[in-house]
């Protein structure tokens, strides 16, 4: 297969790095690389592969595990067996950073962060911003950490730190210094039927959190108060009909601005695209729609 003049000036760049980097056989290594990712050679290979993927998928594997990449709000993140596949839905989120007044400089935790898409983005769309995602499970730390060092080869940056939410000591040192806390945490109830894709083949810690599906949102929202600054914002992801009990939770624990966020856009037949957001501030009680706040 004839490849043009930027593919072959990518792969002799490449061949230097992996050099550069120790690999101990790097010809062999780009070869691969180059037929997984540039041009395949060998067809009936890739027709074989086609098919395992096909089977697979007809096997109610995610997508994302299939393929071990996903496209998050244009970040190609690393994902596989073990780790939440992030979704558009949690878009909402961005969406509602960039008419927010979050200072410069800022100090932003992601609780729940998994393979640390909503953190990641976050610190792309505001490189200005001191971001940690947070996640207790080993498996995606293992992603998280991965996504951070080849993002970073992009410009964006972030902290990685493995606590658990529920042990409130591993977050003393960032008490009262947080502008921004975002977590889309685990919220279906344990009872909830789901799709296979997250009943059968997501970590159970990743999607179910108690009878109600609320234990970690409460300790979340518990956490949140002791560690934001005066006026610094909580953000929740959550179920469409979990959205009153959220607010009132809120309103609970001294946050005021309570609002819920529905993104009819960036949702689908697995789910609404809803946030609520609270302030350690001001005073008043509203709900919208397509992103428009009231
Ligand atoms: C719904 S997934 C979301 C992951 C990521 N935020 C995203 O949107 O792709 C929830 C994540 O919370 C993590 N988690 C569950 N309980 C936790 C806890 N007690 N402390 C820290 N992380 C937890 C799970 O391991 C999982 O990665």
Redesign the pocket.
């Known amino acids: 297969m004839r490849l043009g003049k930027y593919e072959q000036e990518a792969i002799a760049q490449a061949r230097v790095l992996l050099e550069e980097a120790g690999v101990w056989d790097p010809d062999n290594d780009l070869s691969s690389l180059v037929d997984r990712f540039i041009a395949r050679t060998d067809r009936q290979r890739a027709l074989d592969e086609f098919r395992l993927a096909v089977s697979e998928r007809c096997n109610r594997i995610p997508l994302g595990h299939i393929l071990g990449i996903v496209e998050f709000d244009e970040l190609p993140l690393v994902v596989g067996s073990g780790?939440?596949?992030?979704?558009p839905h949690?878009s909402v989120i961005h969406k509602w950073l960039d008419g927010s007044e979050l200072a410069q400089g800022a100090r932003v935790l992601?609780?729940?962060?998994?393979?640390g898409?909503?953190g990641l983005a976050i610190a792309r769309r505001r490189p200005d911003l001191d971001v940690t995602c947070?996640?207790?499970?080993q498996v995606?730390v293992n992603y998280l950490k991965r996504n951070i060092a080849r993002l970073a080869t992009k410009n964006v940056h972030v902290n990685a730190l493995q606590?658990?939410?529920?042990e409130s000591k591993a977050f003393a040192h960032f008490g009262e210094q947080i502008g921004l806390i975002v977590a889309?945490?685990?919220y279906v109830p344990r009872k909830m039927q789901l799709q296979p894709e997250w009943g059968d083949h997501h970590?159970t810690?990743?999607?179910y959190s108690g009878a109600d599906g609320l234990d970690?949102i409460r300790?979340i929202t518990a956490l949140a108060i002791t560690l934001l600054i005066s006026g610094g914002w909580l953000v929740i992801e959550h179920g469409e009909d979990q959205a009153q009990v959220i607010r009132k939770l809120f309103g609970q624990h001294q946050l005021t601005e309570i609002q819920t966020v529905i993104d009819r856009k960036s949702s689908d037949a697995t789910g609404t695209s809803v946030i609520t957001i609270g302030r350690l501030g001001a005073n008043d009680i509203g709900v919208s729609r397509n992103g428009c706040t009231n």
């Open positions: 780790v939440f596949i992030p979704r949690s992601d609780l729940c962060a998994g393979s898409a909503i947070v996640e207790f499970e995606a606590a658990d939410i529920r889309n945490p685990p970590p810690a990743a999607v970690l300790q």
